[in-house]
């Protein structure tokens, strides 16, 4: 350990200019060559995009299509529905399994359902019965969901210093949307001189083999425990107590910071919309072709949206309260600017007026395809900017992975509930109308519950006295923050007189 020094200005990860020092905490050397590449927060992150490029990249590729690329999108969106069900159920206790049994472990259970799932759309390309099984798949898929989304919160931001959370989020929200782009290109690829509708075989076998080397990846990723972070400080690693430690854990987070429920209306927003993008515009207006070329430059459009507002939550320039600001009201302006666009389109057609088969569906050489693909690509932008936004949020509201679980628990249990409401309204056949003006209205609605949220509860730094679970000993009991500072003097002690431990 290179040294310590105490600061006012956090408590766990603070700025790179800060040299990371606050508080009393211990301030490490960081390992050098293949090594130190290895264990650089970067490289993980790099590593935790990918996992995310092979399985919820791919899922995205084969849900944009609009109904799973199937001539009946009634299966896929039941599918999605019950998806979305028991992911909403099983986010919200995510956060506890995954401080129980690591963030690695729980990235591999959480993969293997990608698989299953997209295995079982193979299956009913084979087997045109086989709709209850792909159905179960979603019910699955659901549960895993829920562990690795919670996992990749918890890593995403934990990683990161306070100047870095935008910029971490961008990377990783880059490298996860490349493969919804990579699968997008196969299947443009693949139906490029096609115009009828039609599943592809060949498309579900390449997307199933990816994933399961996706579900490898998190074996060779890096010990948490081992990570330094480019300012010197030691990720706090959850300490692993017993279920009941955990349980209460949650419970407490809650009772706690419950500033943090304001942005749960943000949360239901935040996947609502899919159903009306994928469903009822992009596989509502456009044939097949139309749709693979929008698909591909939607899941682009929100690899630039996650960077360009990731570099500007990170501006050290601004403060932190003026950034979370500023991007609040980007997403506002965006919500209108999209929204009103793509009315003039919704109030044209309903589902009466365009049925799956209708041969009157917008092509690429259509005349107005241009107009709306564009709409499409500011969905996109406004999907990832609306994303990352969320993200940050939780990022700054806490440096300790442990409550970073348990917020991007919260965060997927409540995004997933609003999922299973929008496809299970789809596959009901709610007008489409009916679907864009709720999705315009949660969107405007989650960002006027989050203002109030933000103006009281984000900081231009995070303070010891804002965390509670890293104050929590493996008993439940909550120390002071003198305390917590004065064990942690006695751990920098212990650690020093060990090299191997710096």
Excluded at 36 to 64: D, E
Excluded at 404 to 411: D, K
Excluded at 445 to 461: D, E, S, T
Excluded at 479 to 502: G, I, K, M, N, Y
Aim: charged residues 15%; contains cysteine.
């Amino acid at each position: 350990m290179s040294g310590n020094a105490e600061k006012s200005s956090g408590y766990n990860s603070g700025n790179e200019s800060d040299n990371g020092s606050s508080q009393g905490v211990a301030i490490f050397e960081r390992p050098k060559g293949l090594k130190g590449l290895y264990y650089n927060p970067v490289t993980q992150i790099v590593m935790l995009g990918f996992v995310c490029f092979m399985c919820p990249g791919l899922f995205n590729a084969l849900t944009g299509l609009g109904g799973g690329g199937q001539q009946d999108a009634t299966t896929a969106s039941d599918a999605n529905a019950v998806l979305y069900g028991t992911f909403a159920a099983g986010a919200f206790f995510s956060g506890t399994i995954n401080n129980k049994l690591g963030p690695r472990l729980t990235l591999l259970l959480g993969t293997t359902g990608y698989s299953l799932y997209i295995g079982s759309f193979l299956a009913l390309n084979i087997h045109p019965h086989a709709g209850a099984f792909v159905v179960a798949s979603g019910g699955i898929l659901g549960i895993c969901a829920g562990l690795l989304w919670t996992a990749q919160g918890s890593l995403m931001l934990s990683y990161a210093t306070e100047d870095q959370k935008g910029r971490f989020i961008a990377i990783f929200w880059g490298i996860f949307n490349l493969g919804a782009v990579v699968g997008a290109s196969v299947s443009l690829g693949q139906n490029f001189h096609s115009t009828v509708r039609g599943p592809g075989p060949g498309r579900s076998i390449g997307f199933l083999i990816l994933t399961l080397i996706g579900v490898t990846i998190p074996i060779f990723m890096a010990d948490p425990n081992k990570m330094i972070r480019t300012d010197g400080t030691k990720v706090a690693t959850p300490r692993h107590p017993s279920w009941k430690v955990e349980l209460y854990g949650l419970y407490l987070t809650l009772r706690t910071d419950p500033m943090v429920i304001l942005l749960f209306p943000m949360f239901l927003a935040s996947n609502w919309f899919y159903a009306w993008q994928f469903n009822e515009y992009n596989d509502a207006l456009f044939n097949i072709r139309a749709r693979s070329l929008n698909n591909l430059v939607y899941w682009f459009a929100q690899i630039l949206g996650s960077i360009s507002i990731g570099f500007l939550l990170d501006r050290v320039t601004l403060a932190r309260r003026t950034r979370a600001f500023t991007a609040w009201a980007i997403l506002l302006a965006m919500v209108f600017i999209v929204h009103t666009w793509a009315y003039f389109y919704q109030r044209k057609y309903t589902r009466e007026s365009l049925p799956p088969d209708s041969p009157d569906k917008f092509d690429i050489f259509s005349r107005g395809y241009t107009g709306r693909i564009f709409l499409y690509i500011f969905c996109g932008l406004l999907d990832a900017m609306w994303q990352t936004t969320s993200y940050w949020i939780i990022g700054a509201m806490s440096n300790d992975p442990a409550k970073l679980a348990y917020f991007a628990g919260f965060y997927k249990s409540i995004q997933s509930a609003g999922g299973a409401g929008s496809w299970a309204a789809d596959a009901r056949k709610t007008p489409f109308i009916n679907m864009f003006i709720s999705t315009w209205v949660l969107l405007v609605a989650g960002l006027v519950f989050a203002l109030p949220m933000i103006h009281l509860r984000v900081k231009n730094h995070t303070d010891l006295a804002d965390e509670t679970l890293i104050r929590m000993d493996d008993s439940g009991r909550l120390l002071d923050a003198h305390e917590v500072r004065r064990r942690h003097r006695q751990l920098q002690t212990s650690a020093s007189a060990s090299p191997a431990q710096a």
